[in-house]
């Protein structure tokens, strides 16, 4: 990595896989008989709150059992030995990066442990369940939270930032994630617009691997801290 001063590592479902967590369309990609496009939505969330708040503190709890793993913890040495600019996009809810010890971590698709009071606007760290309706720790208004989650229809968070870090970066890395979803499955392609190098880590090619300039097959738990070293 000699040339590279700059880098975009955009990550998904894949580099929790083996931390336990589930992916969304791997053969474990169904919850209760659910598909994620039918429970991230607002649609759903205004037709049945209560499963939708359901599949999410599901989730939410889920993550007091599981640890960061081993491509975790690589990026995170990366992120701190680093001398040059790098950003973490990730796709996922979870916090396992931040848990590895990784800073400069962008959540574009929302947080588990955060909530959104649609009385109020306000965004809250949340540990607990939102099934119930507790009230807002800011504005007090009962069965207003919702995840702060980003669902299908909805804006990704801070694109107009990826899209910087995209410009100045010489080297765009995709790890784990089945590039179905946009935008983050079009950033390869925006990438190589810019003249950037890109690299996919992943357990199967992506919807968009022939888009990247190299593709490596396997574990993210492997291919992530070979990479690193
Ligand atoms: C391993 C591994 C191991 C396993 N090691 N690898 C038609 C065409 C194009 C676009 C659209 C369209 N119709 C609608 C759209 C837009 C829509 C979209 O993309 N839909 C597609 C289904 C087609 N997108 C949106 O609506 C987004 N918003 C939007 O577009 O706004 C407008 C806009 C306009 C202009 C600019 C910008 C925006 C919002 C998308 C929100 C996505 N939300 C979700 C759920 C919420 C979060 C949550 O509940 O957790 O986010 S969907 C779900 O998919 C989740 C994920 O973040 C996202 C991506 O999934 P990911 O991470 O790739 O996981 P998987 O399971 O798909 O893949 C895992 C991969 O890992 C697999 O390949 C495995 O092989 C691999 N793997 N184990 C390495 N150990």
């Known amino acids: ?13 894949g580099i929790s896989a083996e931390s336990g967590v589930a992916t969304f369309r791997g053969p474990d990609g169904l919850w209760e008989g659910h598909r994620v496009e039918d429970v991230a939505t607002p649609e759903a969330f205004a037709r049945d709150p209560e499963l ?7 989730r939410r709890a889920k993550l007091r059992s599981v640890e960061p793993n081993a491509a975790h913890r690589a990026l995170a040495r990366l992120d701190a030995e680093w001398p040059g600019e790098l950003l ?20 574009m698709h929302g947080e588990l442990k955060s909530a959104w009071c649609l009385a109020c606007d306000a965004r809250v760290r949340w540990e ?9 720790p800011s504005c007090g208004a ?4 919702r995840p702060d989650i980003v669902w299908f229809g909805e804006m990704p968070y801070e694109m107009e930032r990826i899209e910087r870090a995209l410009h100045k970066a010489d080297l765009f890395v995709s790890i784990g994630t089945s590039g179905a979803v946009y935008p983050a499955a079009g950033f390869v392609q925006t990438a190589r617009y810019l003249g950037v190098r ?3 880590m992943n357990l199967e090619p992506s919807q968009g691997s022939i888009f990247f300039h190299e593709s490596r097959v396997g574990l993210a738990g492997e291919l992530v801290p070979q990479w690193v070293e």
């Open 198 to 200: 890109t690299l996919e």
């Open 88 to 107: 973490v996009v990730t796709q996922n809810v979870d916090d396992l990066h931040e848990r590895a010890g990784a800073g400069r971590v962008l959540h």
């Open 1 to 13: 990595m000699a040339d590279i001063q700059n880098i975009v590592i955009l990550t998904g479902a």
């Open 52 to 58: 939708v708040q359901t599949f999410y503190d599901q």
């Open 142 to 145: 009962s069965g207003r939270l």
């Open 128 to 136: 607990e369940n939102l099934l119930g309706g507790p009230p807002c």
